[in-house]
């Protein structure tokens, strides 16, 4: 019988961007073998049909015989074994896109989103996998969460652990630092302006505040950080014990976009236990051949969100301004567009699949985000639990109860009813109102009043605008076009639509910056002529302007009252 499924790996010519991956199968007692790989990758919820980038399937025994290959799916290949007791089969996959959840391979450097790269062999997922990398001869590092076995030789429980273990192999830079013994790795891809001494610290005192936080159990055996450093763009990907994620190079000296980076850093290391171990029961085990549909991405996204700051500013590398504009940012996110009514927060996750990943110019208009939308959810449930258990309980109890859940039975994943209760029980009162308003429906959230409940202020920075169109235009071949625009502005009220091209306003010939300042003389209830290009016809447009939408600005009030204050603590200190 097969007792595990050997892969190896090698770079024949990296120049070109490919990978040469072979899976060995021992000890067959079946006739046929099925090969799949999966058309997702776990965090990331959309379709991406790795196997588009599979060619060269070849198959022999294992005495080197050729065997039969038949793609009987887009991600599947039927194999004959023919009574051979063991089976090679053996591909090339293109990898030249570097992202949290793609792959790239280079003459410097191969990172692997392992579940774009190995394929797994079906029903037999459960078994161990061993890896041997075959590495090119300048490549000196292999950074993975794998679990090491020899040289270049590294294993995982099963299929499951073995995808979820991204792989960066070359020349990186590597920083160090424990925690209880337990070794952490910064994995470096790249040059930037970073300080190695404040890297390790920060990454550090993230880690020690949320392994407290968490009971001080940790739950690894060692953990790997892969930082690509790139040109410019972002976002990060959680797994199982390490995560991957992007910055630009040269903006460690800016101190705003640094703060969103720990955000990031903080983000993806909470997912250790929120996702990885607190997981939705849905999500895990997976189907790796389809969607995998859950409601529940507001806790298991949008929680993480608010914990990422929260826990950030626990840690004292930020202070309570600096964690406000973080809210902020969440408040805006929400609060300003109309997609807050037209899309429940547990329907934006189930269709995460084919929305959030997949926006497009009228997002704002139709949909909310389960990861801002989920954070002030929290932000209010927080607040809630903290007003009826006197100060003594927060949300920090609910994950608490959570984790002692997964704990007490691992193989379990969480159900929403299981949340609700668990919050209810705290806050001694049915939430089915709030449920019925804020998870299920499209009211609006009543964020003001409870931030204004722990001494926030929330103000409104375009009120002092007199005016907007309230549209997003870029300029393109010297044309100014419209790429968004916001219900309940005044373009969308005119009927201007994305696509359209701006000529002129009462007879001005604009650009970007003469429209803006044509339209900042004005006020609301002022009438301009605005011409455009639509689909090539000119037509001209009559817009009445109306008052912007909605900035908002987040403030501590100077005097707040002794309840007040106690609400804020017991939220920001936990
Ligand atoms: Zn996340």
Redesign the pocket.
């Given at each position: 019988m097969t007792k595990e499924i050997n892969y190896s790996i090698s770079f024949k010519d990296p120049s070109e961007h490919y990978c040469e991956v072979t899976i060995n199968v021992r000890n067959l007692a079946t006739e046929s073998l099925l090969f799949s790989m999966p058309v997702w990758t776990p965090?990331s919820y959309m379709i991406r049909d790795y196997a588009g980038k599979v060619q060269n399937v070849s198959v022999t025994d294992g005495k080197g015989a050729y065997r039969p290959a038949e793609k009987i799916s887009k991600n599947t290949w039927r194999v004959a074994a023919g009574g051979s007791k063991e089976i090679n089969f053996s591909y090339r996959v293109y990898c030249n896109e570097l992202t949290v959840r793609t792959s790239e391979v280079t003459t410097e450097h191969a990172f692997l989103n392992s579940s774009g790269i190995f394929m797994f062999v079906r029903g037999l997922e459960h078994l161990p996998c061993n890896l041997k990398i075959n590495l090119p001869k300048d490549w000196k590092e292999i950074s993975t969460g794998l679990e090491h076995t020899g040289k270049n030789k590294f294993r995982a429980e099963n299929y499951d652990e073995f995808i979820d273990c991204p792989i960066e192999i070359g020349n990186q830079t590597i920083l160090e630092f424990q925690i209880k013994k337990i070794p952490h790795r910064i994995c470096i891809v790249g040059n930037g302006n970073y300080d190695p001494k404040k890297l390790i610290n920060d990454f550090k005192i993230i880690a020690e505040t949320q392994i407290k936080f968490l009971k001080g159990k940790i739950p690894y055996q060692n953990y790997t950080y892969i930082v690509h450093l790139v040109e410019k763009g972002g976002g990060?990907?959680?797994h199982l014990n390490s995560f991957v994620v992007q910055f630009p190079r040269l903006n460690f000296n800016d101190a705003k976009a640094y703060r969103k980076f720990l955000g990031l850093v903080s983000?993806?290391f909470?997912?250790l236990w929120n996702?990885k171990r607190i997981r939705p029961v849905v999500l895990g085990p997976f189907d790796y051949d389809k969607e995998n549909y859950t409601q529940s991405l507001w806790i298991?996204?949008g929680w993480?969100?608010y914990y990422?700051n929260v826990l950030l500013r626990r840690t004292g590398l930020i202070n309570n301004r600096e964690y406000l504009e973080f809210l902020e940012h969440e408040v805006n996110d929400v609060m300003r567009f109309q997609g807050r009514f037209h899309q429940p927060l547990r329907e934006s996750s189930y269709d995460t699949w084919i929305k959030f990943y997949k926006k497009d110019e009228n997002t704002n208009n139709s949909q909310v985000s389960y990861?801002t939308k989920g954070a002030l959810v929290a932000t209010m449930l927080n607040i809630e639990i903290i007003s009826a258990t006197n100060f003594t309980k927060s949300l920090d109890d609910v994950i608490l109860a959570l984790y002692d859940d997964y704990l007490n039975d691992a193989s379990k994943g969480y159900t929403e009813e299981r949340v609700k209760q668990i919050c209810e029980e705290l806050c001694g009162k049915s939430l089915d109102e709030f449920w019925r308003k804020y998870l299920d429906g499209t009211d609006e959230l009543p964020i003001k009043d409870y931030l204004g409940r722990c001494g926030i202020e929330m103000t409104d920075a375009n009120e002092s605008v007199k005016c907007s169109l309230d549209i997003e235009a870029k300029t393109e071949n010297g044309k100014l076009i419209i790429v968004k625009v916001f219900a309940g502005g005044s373009a969308h009220a005119a009927g201007l639509s994305s696509g359209d091209e701006l000529i002129a306003i009462d007879g001005y010939r604009i650009d970007n910056e003469l429209m803006n300042k044509i339209i900042g003389d004005m006020k609301a209830g002022d009438k301009v002529e605005i011409l455009a290009s639509r689909k090539g016809l000119i037509r001209s447009i009559k817009v009445a302007l109306l008052k912007p939408l909605p900035k908002y600005v987040l403030t501590e009030r100077k005097d707040p009252s002794k309840t007040e204050k106690q609400l804020l603590d017991k939220w920001i200190e936990g």
């Open positions: 965090g990060g990907l959680e983000h993806e909470f997912h996702v298991a996204e993480t969100s990422d990861y």
